[in-house]
């Protein structure tokens, strides 16, 4: 997460330097860290920031869970949006801990992603690595698939379609459960973001 708004802030010192009209909002936490990085310009808007609030994927938080605690230069959450006439991109993601097992929270989140369609269970090693979005070059969307091997002690529970997909990432820990709630939406000259 660190990377991506070092990288916001050397293409908002580009925009200042290139283009008219840009604007550039940094919003700094009580630590001094960067927390919100807006820049406007006349093509278009990116937003970078750790301000989820995780209605805005779609999902509840499980009952009893805690956001886990930020570590070293990496946030727990992140929330990502660029949004051009050509096309936008939507990120919302956050981290939880609970003590309950594996099991009760794949139960309950299947529960929930079965409004967004037919709820896919796939395996990966590492919590949010497989997600792919994509669109074909008609800005149609297939459904949501497993990516790699479909193996390891991480279940990935995923609904939507692959440019408007909801993914759930399940890892047990010594005393419970680690989880990770991830929205992505992607977006063509046809649709909104």
């Given amino acids: 997460m660190r990377t991506t708004k070092s990288l916001c802030l050397i293409l908002a010192f580009a925009c200042l330097l290139i283009l008219p009209g840009c604007n550039v909002h940094e919003e700094k936490s009580a630590n001094g860290d960067d927390k919100n990085v807006s820049i406007e310009t006349p093509v278009g808007d990116l937003h970078v920031g750790n301000d989820v609030d995780v209605r805005d994927a779609g999902l509840s938080v499980y009952p009893g869970a805690q956001l886990k605690p930020k570590k070293d230069d990496d946030d727990s959450s992140a929330n990502l949006s660029i949004s051009t006439s050509a096309f936008g991109l939507k990120v919302v993601a956050a981290e939880y801990a609970?003590?309950?097992?594996?099991?009760?929270?794949?139960?309950?989140?299947?529960?929930?992603?079965?409004?967004?369609?037919?709820?896919?269970?796939?395996?990966?090693?590492?919590?949010?690595?497989?997600?792919?979005?994509?669109?074909?070059?008609?800005?149609?969307?297939?459904?949501?698939?497993?990516?790699?091997?479909?193996?390891?002690?991480?279940?990935?529970?995923?609904?939507?379609?692959?440019?408007?997909?909801?993914?759930?990432?399940?890892?047990?820990?010594?005393?419970?459960?680690?989880?990770?709630?991830?929205?992505?939406?992607?977006?063509?000259?046809?649709?909104?973001?």
Avoid: M, W
């Avoid at 149609?140 to 497993?146: I, Y």
């Fill in 98 to 193: 609970s003590t309950d097992s594996p099991d009760k929270i794949a139960a309950y989140y299947r529960q929930e992603l079965k409004k967004y369609g037919s709820v896919l269970d796939c395996h990966t090693e590492k919590v949010g690595n497989n997600v792919n979005v994509h669109s074909d070059d008609k800005g149609r969307s297939g459904p949501v698939t497993c990516e790699g091997s479909n193996t390891g002690n991480v279940l990935e529970l995923k609904a939507g379609t692959q440019d408007n997909q909801h993914v759930v990432s399940i890892q047990p820990r010594d005393k419970g459960t680690d989880f990770s709630l991830v929205y992505v939406k992607l977006r063509g000259k046809q649709g909104d973001i």
